[in-house]
């Protein structure tokens, strides 16, 4: 069975209003939350790999390092995650098969897990592979026949209408819960991952 070439997207065009700052460089673990994503993102080995930008794009854009992320500025980014959808779908290859999203606050999310989703499409061909982490969410992967249905979205509401309307695999993603939004949100989860074995699948947390 051939390789689906999958394109790997990572959202982090937001202004992060409760923060106050780019959570994007906020650090879980001695690495910034935006670096995390785009060790998991390169660790599928993708093809296309493709971070969107918005608020601060300058800043955030000149800690990207290496050669094989292709970032794309989102100038309509106070329209909400819509918009970083749409310029993500519209800056894909014209042979991809399919393309995963991924946001950067969700720092337990990694390689494995992201590969896990594009192997359970290349075994299923399903539209539809979303993490399953009590409800269906992201990361999640889209086929090409979705895309269409993406660049409709509008307003600061995700891609969750698309899954719930197409939904047909879920792939267990436990570590996927956890999402941050603020420096407490980081305490919070490093002392989580000091007094408990949260998600076995993530390893032992080594402390900062």
Request: aromatic share 4%.
């Amino acid at each position: 069975m051939p390789m689906a070439n999958v394109a790997v997207i990572i959202l982090a065009a937001g202004e992060s209003k409760r923060m106050g700052s780019s959570k994007q460089l906020l650090h879980f673990q001695g690495v910034t939350l935006l670096d995390r994503a785009l060790t998991a993102a390169r660790g599928t080995n993708s093809e296309q790999v493709l971070l969107v930008l918005g608020a601060q794009f300058e800043k955030l854009a000149a800690t990207v390092t290496g050669d094989n992320i292709q970032i794309v500025n989102n100038g309509d980014w106070k329209e909400g995650i819509a918009s970083s959808i749409r310029i993500a779908v519209e800056n894909l290859a014209e042979d991809i098969d399919a393309a995963l999203f991924l946001t950067c606050d969700q720092p337990l999310v990694d390689a494995e897990l992201l590969s896990t989703i594009i192997a359970t499409y290349e075994s299923t061909k399903q539209a539809v592979v979303a993490s399953d982490y009590g409800t269906p969410g992201v990361p999640a992967l889209f086929a090409r026949e979705l895309l269409p249905d993406l660049l409709a979205l509008s307003g600061d509401k995700g891609a969750k209408s698309v899954i719930l309307a197409n939904i047909s695999c879920l792939v267990s993603a436990p570590q996927a819960q956890y999402d941050i939004d603020t420096q407490k949100d980081i305490e919070r989860l490093e002392e989580l991952f000091e007094t408990t074995t949260v998600i076995k699948t993530v390893g032992t947390a080594q402390k900062r």
